[in-house]
């Protein structure tokens, strides 16, 4: 455990789409958002590192059981600690960083989802609980606040879905639930082998038109009370439904298509956000 995670923890600044929604937060909560951001990286490098699944296993439990020991400041491993500071400061259930764990887990035990009531619960897992992890980190009086942070979440993940079909397949996991790859009769052979057909296009579109509704039902529970608080949640909000735009635009043609935001355009769209909130 102790040589891939120290690796980890000494590796853990990444940049993501994530990155420019932080700017514009205080910086208390902008280092609260990234200490839980960090935490979520080291985490996940668990579950893709190149190692055997059972190894991976143990390594992910010893991370479950070090995350306990860091809510009473006792793991060996700092940013434990700290996350607990934050945690007992924004009052954040611990149970949100459990479930993202059970979500990464899944990843260990599951390559493959019968249909999307399964795949709705991976979602939730591994991105819904950062969305609400989030919320309580921005604040916020209203509830309907924590249904926003579920679906805009969910909405975010389909999207990462369908962009990374491709990358996916080159670790043997499909996420598109195979009861729409039935409904589309779409081989998984295409998929592996990189290959665009009209169904494979049909089925994508479909996967697409899931995440087009939970952005909407997302935009609908954020109250206009709550807009400025949530400045962060918007900007990624934007950026992924950039994304998700981009997509369609490329005829769902995911295997040879660039879906990535160039920094100037997640400028653009950070800026467009704050004017709109100011």
């Not at 619960?121 to 916020?140: D, E, N």
Request: net charge positive.
């Amino acid at each position: 455990m102790e040589a891939l995670i120290l690796s980890d923890l000494l590796n853990y600044n990444s940049k993501s789409n994530f990155t420019i929604a932080f700017v514009f937060l205080p910086k208390n909560k902008r280092d609260a958002i990234n200490l839980v951001y960090n935490w979520c990286k080291v985490s996940d490098s668990i579950v893709d590192a190149e190692l055997p699944n059972d190894r991976k296993k143990q390594f992910l439990h010893s991370w479950v059981v070090e995350f306990e020991k860091g809510l009473l400041g006792n793991s060996q491993y700092p940013i434990l600690n700290k996350l607990s500071i934050v945690i007992r400061k924004f009052q954040i259930p611990t149970e949100y960083f459990l479930d993202l764990l059970r979500g990464m887990e899944m990843d260990l035990t599951k390559n493959r989802y019968n249909n999307f009531d399964e795949l709705e619960i991976y979602c939730y897992r591994v991105a819904s609980t950062v969305g609400l992890i989030c919320a309580k980190i921005f604040g916020y009086k209203n509830e309907a606040i924590e249904k926003y942070a579920i679906q805009l979440g969910k909405a975010l993940q389909i999207t990462n879905i369908i962009r990374d079909i491709k990358q996916d397949a080159t670790k043997g996991r499909i996420y598109i639930p195979l009861e729409d790859l039935q409904k589309f009769n779409v081989n998984e052979k295409d998929i592996f082998e990189n290959r665009m057909s009209d169904n494979l296009r049909k089925c994508i579109n479909c996967q697409w038109e899931r995440a087009n509704n939970y952005f909407l039902e997302a935009d609908n529970l954020l109250v206009v009370d709550e807009k400025k608080g949530f400045l962060a949640a918007q900007i990624m909000e934007e950026v992924y439904y950039y994304i998700l735009l981009k997509i369609r635009e490329n005829n769902y043609d995911v295997f040879t298509s660039n879906l990535k935001v160039t920094s100037y355009n997640k400028f653009k769209i950070a800026i467009s956000c704050w004017w709109k909130n100011r």
